[in-house]
């Protein structure tokens, strides 16, 4: 017995080695845009591994976006885009993972295979097609064209994830609401949308993420004037000569914060949504 608990010790002592160093190399890169986002030019090409001291310590990158750049622009854009983009796929994603999970029509098979074509194909395959149709609606240079892209780009995603979770919904409820009549509208946002907020949180965090950090799609189809993402708006510190190493650091590390924090709050009902996926 003692020989089981010391083995199982290790192997726990083990698995946790492997997640710290996991972490640690995942949060590295971060942790060093933050800390050089703070010294001045000659401490961050001097010693860019080293903390800010009182000698290297230097907020200028950060007055230069603040001033030069129109950070609370590109900010207020990101924002829109990543809200409005998050809402529509987390509602469209859950009324159609319902609709082909709850109801069975011909077809039905086809549109669901159809949907995880969409996870193994990479949506930037199809850039040119993409905008040929935004400049055909007459959308280029808006953040409209990236809203409907970031929108088919999270809904096949997020209706295998969706799905799944309300196929673990026992039939037995929703029989016995509709028995009480319950319409069909009210069993969704009243008994299924409350049982799957993990799997919310889940499709949330995977799909906020990605449309925050992108700068393929703005970079093709909002590089106008006042309409570029804060990940487009810190490319204006970068010259094809001299690059504002200061600034740019700056303007990732007032990035990331948002991000960052929304991630943290999402990660008890992440970890919980993965978790309940992968146990039935």
Known sequence: ???V????NLNRIA????????TLIATFPIGLVLINSMKSRSAIFGDPLALPTPSSFDLVGYAQVLEKADFVLYF???LIVTVVSLLLVLLTGAMAAWALGEYRFKGNTIVALY???GIMVPIRLGTVSILKMIVGMGLINSLTALILVYTAMGLPLAILILGEF???????????ARCDGVSEYRIFTDVILPLIRPAVATVAVFTMVPIWNDLW????????????TITLGAQQFIGQYVTNWNAVLAALSLAIAPILVLYIAFSRHLVRGLTMGAVK
Do not use: C, T, W
């Open 217 to 228: 799609f703005p970079l093709i189809l909002a590089s106008g004037d006042g309409k570029q």
């Open 15 to 22: 698995v946790h080695a492997a997640l710290i160093f996991y």
């Open 115 to 117: 949907m995880a074509v």
């Open 1 to 3: 017995m003692a020989m």
């Open 166 to 176: 309300m196929a673990q919904i026992p039939r037995d409820l929703r029989e016995a």
């Open 76 to 78: 207020g854009n990101s």
């Open 5 to 8: 608990n010391r083995r199982l």
